[in-house]
Structure formats: structure tokens, C-alpha cells
């Protein structure tokens, strides 16, 4: 399979805290892409790092990617109740093409 | 900012009944994805086209097809549904390949 896995599955913090969430896949990529999705709602982008980074931010979001461990990871800083969500990365793992690969998705859940 | 519409945003048909769900890119975008996310599952690739071709072919069943038309407006037509095809169906668009998706709200699709 091509899609990546996410870890943890799930996460409960404290408002204030950090959050970090972790990405791996298996196949060379172009960009990796994180999206946050309420439940049942839209999938909205959060940040696109592409292969040649290493290391992107947005606001309070901080993202990694080692593509010689093929992993990224999703930092969210002074996390907020309203950051409960899923969070999925995806992956374009298409050899040329862009279709999007999903990982499982992390449920995180920021307690008030 | 413009994004994603999709239409409609909730259809309930029945067992073997046909179902055409509608997107409409962010203006200038000119590529379009479609992607099924099942009840607690992960979102799936269907299907994209770039400049009204397709571009990309994923778990799209024999019983879909799909077009982009001139406007750049795709349609995703689903025949002798199945109760395995309620699922919520989201499009995204890009502007050229391998740049941010950003997704529309959804269409959540009960098949009964």
C-alpha cells in the first residue's frame, strides 16, 4: 500500500499544550500536504512542504519533513479547543502525478 | 476567497438509482480531483483531470464516471448505486499539478 500511516491515532491534550503529530509513507514524493477536517465537515489545507524542504511554518503550525526516514511531522503550538479535529497529511506518492495519498489521520481532541 | 462549491451538499437515493454531484473550482484553477472519504475512513482517490482531460485514474468503480467541461466545472455521475457508495465525496482543485488541493465542503451521498 502507498498510504502512510499516522501516529498516534489519537491524542488528548490541555489547552495551552502542545501538540505533535507524526506522518510516515512509503514511496518518493513531490510535496506532502497536511489538512485538518472537523467531523464530518471539509478538509481544509493547513501547509504544503515540498520534497526540497525540511522545514516550513504557518502561524502556530510547524512542519518537518526527513525524506530519508520518509516522515513528517505536524507541530501545532499553544493549542486552542477549537484545534480539535482530525488531521491527515497526504502525500502525492503518484510517480509524475498528483493525485493525493491519505495517511489513517490523528484525532486530536484539546481539552478546555 | 472564492473556494470550492459542490453540489448538492446532501443526496439520499436508493438502491440502484443514479446520482450526478457537481464541482466547481476555485477561479483559474484548472485542475480538479474527486476523492470518497467513507464513515471513518480516510479519503480516497477517484479521479482528476487537468485541462479537461483526465489526468489520473484511482479506486474509481466501472459504475462512475466523471468529466471537467469547458468551464472547468467537473461532474461525477454514479449509476446502479450501492449502499457501499454512501460516502461523503469531495472535490479539490489546483492551480497546475502539484501545487496546494483545496477542497470543497462535500457532498455527503446516503445511498438506502
Known amino acids: 500500500s502507498q498510504q502512510g500511516e499516522e501516529d498516534p491515532q489519537a491524542l488528548s491534550i490541555q489547552e495551552g499544550e502542545n501538540a505533535t503529530m507524526n506522518c510516515s509513507y512509503k514511496?518518493?514524493?513531490?510535496?506532502l500536504q497536511w489538512y485538518r477536517q472537523n467531523s464530518g465537515r471539509g478538509l481544509v489545507h493547513l501547509i504544503l512542504?515540498?520534497?526540497?524542504?525540511r522545514e516550513k511554518h504557518s502561524g502556530r503550525l510547524r512542519v518537518t519533513l526527513d525524506t530519508s526516514k520518509k516522515s513528517s511531522s505536524l507541530l501545532i503550538t499553544a493549542s486552542r479547543a477549537a484545534d480539535t479535529a482530525s488531521y491527515f497529511c497526504?502525500?502525492?506518492?503518484?510517480?509524475?502525478?498528483?493525485?493525493?495519498?491519505f495517511g489513517k489521520g490523528t484525532r486530536l481532541s484539546v481539552i478546555a | 476567497a472564492a473556494g470550492v462549491i459542490q453540489s448538492p451538499r446532501h443526496l439520499i437515493k436508493e438502491k440502484r438509482e443514479t446520482a450526478t454531484l457537481k464541482c466547481y473550482p476555485i477561479?483559474?484553477?484548472?485542475?480538479v480531483y474527486w476523492y470518497q472519504q467513507g464513515p471513518g475512513q480516510d479519503p480516497q482517490f477517484l479521479i482528476s483531470f487537468y485541462e479537461k482531460m483526465q489526468s489520473d485514474k484511482g479506486s474509481i468503480p466501472d459504475r462512475f464516471s466523471a468529466q471537467q467541461f469547458s468551464d472547468y466545472h467537473s461532474e461525477l455521475n454514479m449509476s446502479s448505486l450501492e449502499l457501499g457508495d454512501s460516502a461523503l465525496y469531495f472535490c479539490a482543485s489546483s492551480l497546475g499539478i502539484q501545487n496546494e488541493q483545496y477542497f470543497g465542503p462535500g457532498t455527503r451521498l446516503t445511498v438506502t
Open positions: 514511496t518518493s514524493i513531490n510535496n
Open positions: 477561479p483559474r484553477h484548472d485542475t
Open positions: 497526504a502525500t502525492d506518492a503518484y510517480s509524475g502525478n498528483t493525485p493525493l495519498v
Open positions: 512542504i515540498r520534497s526540497n524542504e
